[in-house]
């Protein structure tokens, strides 16, 4: 998981964000008006659900997890209309003999030394998937200047779209813990697994306080150490989910 000096810089970001909730929410039961009162009769964005100009897929979702609020920088064949997907699934699809999954992964992340087969990387991958969420409104596009050259960066912009991603993802490994991952969501399952190899999941971790933080990390710990052959091997299981996850866990 993280390192010593990643948890107690966690910790103080913990803490900040922990006093921010707590404030924020006294100023909510402070207000007490009439117009406060209907407002408690709405459902939340939450409960209302990702419209359709913000579904996001699992590859835009582990990127946006991955971006800080004020940051500037198969089993078918069949087309699945993400761009990015599509791509890999024509490689997979049109290469023979077939490649095991590890070597999928870092073929199409170009984590390969063989110059014959540099061709199957998948280009500008960050950058096709960042403008994909400006599309959908989550993130802009800026020009910034850094001396002798511009750069295209792309900060957030509608933080609601974040933050209803991590409220999905510690309510997953808390208030919805279900102790087995055959009965978790897959797709829910699939974005724990791939932020924590990016990288990513303490951004949705920092919020929390210290007890809940310890035991979200823990539950994770849990999934890390399942072995993926096993859990393979049991019933309604997805072979593809865990020859990802022994890929990225091994």
């Known amino acids: 998981m993280t390192s010593l000096t990643q948890r107690s810089s966690g910790l103080v970001q913990r803490r900040t964000e922990a006093s921010r909730n707590a ?3 006294k100023e909510r ?5 009439p117009e406060d009162e209907g407002r408690r009769d709405e459902p939340d964005d939450h409960d209302k659900g990702d419209s359709k100009e913000t579904r996001l897929t699992l590859m835009e979702e582990v990127l946006l997890l991955g971006l800080k609020d004020r940051e500037v920088i198969c089993k078918s064949d069949a087309p699945t209309g993400d761009v990015l997907l599509d791509e890999a699934l024509k490689h997979i699809k ?3 003999p077939p490649e095991t999954v590890q070597n999928w992964i870092e073929l199409l992340s170009g984590e390969t030394w063989n110059p014959l087969k540099l061709h199957y990387q998948l280009r500008n991958v960050r950058e096709r998937l960042a403008k994909n969420l400006v ?3 989550v993130l802009t596009t800026e020009k910034q200047n ?4 511009d750069m295209t960066t792309h900060p957030l912009t509608n933080n609601n779209v974040k933050q209803r991603l991590i409220k999905k993802v510690q309510e997953a490994v808390l208030d919805k813990w279900v102790n087995d991952p055959h009965r978790m969501e897959k797709r829910l399952l699939a974005l724990v697994y791939l932020a924590h190899a990016s990288d990513v999941l303490e951004n949705a971790f920092a919020p929390l306080l210290d007890e809940q933080y310890d035991l979200a990390t823990k539950r994770v710990r849990q999934l890390l150490d399942l072995d993926p052959e096993v859990e393979c091997m049991k019933a309604n299981m997805n072979e593809v989910l865990w020859a990802v996850v022994a890929a990225f866990t091994k």
């Open 146 to 149: 850094f001396l002798l050259f």
């Open 29 to 33: 039961e402070a207000g007490g008006g």
């Open 135 to 137: 599309e959908k409104g």
């Open 23 to 25: 404030a924020a929410a």
């Open 94 to 96: 049109e290469t023979q």
